[in-house]
């Protein structure tokens, strides 16, 4: 749980020059979701329940003149002596997913942090108000991961590389496609493709961690679990 779900980041984009960006149009593009969706997760310590977590679309918004999807992903819960209490809030292009802004507040323990990203594709991304630093086109931002990697092909066996999560030095991001299983968890029994995300970062998805992450084997590719292992342990939802 050190990092909570701030370590979900991935990205993709074709290699566009800034001045050749177009925004797609129609601007809302076929995805696997859509407003109101919602999934919620238990969180699990080893074998002990210690919390819970969900993702959801909360519906459309716009961001600077463009319609954005607007998302958010929510951890609670910790173990004695160590709290979380987790929210990323993301707002993606509706046509092309690229990110737009992006806000991190994070309780972990005795720490707590809130980060604000204005995100300009191609351009630039800005931080909490400060200097603006330079970014990729079509980025993406550590709450869009888990919605874009639905509409990735995921054939089990390729691995995927992608140059596009909006903070470049954290490049490239892979995603191995490990296997089809069968899994069963609260909601029920869900035929799903087994992925692993890796980051050059500490957290969830770090080569350390071996995180797996189970979508469904279907035209939705809804999240029905994630393990990964921490420093102190294995964390599953």
Do not use: C
Not at 85 to 106: F, I
Not at 149 to 170: A, I, K, M, N, W
């Amino acid at each position: 749980m050190v990092g909570g779900i701030a370590a979900l980041s991935l990205a993709v984009a074709t290699a566009l020059s800034a001045q050749d960006i177009v925004w797609p149009t129609p601007a809302r593009a076929p995805v696997p979701f859509g407003a109101g969706e919602r999934a919620e997760y238990q969180v699990k310590f080893g074998f002990l329940s210690v919390g819970d977590a969900s993702m959801e679309v909360i519906g459309n918004d716009t961001v600077r003149g463009h319609e954005a999807w607007h998302t958010l992903l929510r951890l609670h819960g910790g173990i004695p002596g160590y709290r979380v209490n987790d929210r990323l809030e993301s707002w993606m292009h509706t046509g092309s997913l690229a990110s737009l802004r992006h806000w991190q507040e994070l309780s972990e323990g005795s720490r707590d942090v809130q980060r604000r990203y204005e995100i300009f594709p191609g351009e630039s991304y800005v931080y909490n108000e400060q200097e603006p630093q330079p970014t990729v086109n079509i980025p993406r931002d550590d709450g869009s991961f888990l919605y874009f990697v639905r509409t990735v092909p995921l054939e089990v066996g390729q691995e995927y590389t992608f140059d596009r999560y909006f903070r470049p030095d954290r490049n490239p991001v892979r995603i191995q496609v490990l296997r089809r299983e069968r899994a069963q968890v609260p909601a029920g029994t869900f035929e799903t493709v087994v992925v692993r995300p890796i980051i050059k970062a500490r957290g969830v998805f770090s080569e350390d961690g071996r995180a797996e992450v189970w979508l469904t084997d279907d035209e939705n590719r809804i999240m029905v679990q994630m393990k990964t292992r921490l420093a102190f342990g294995s964390i599953n939802l």
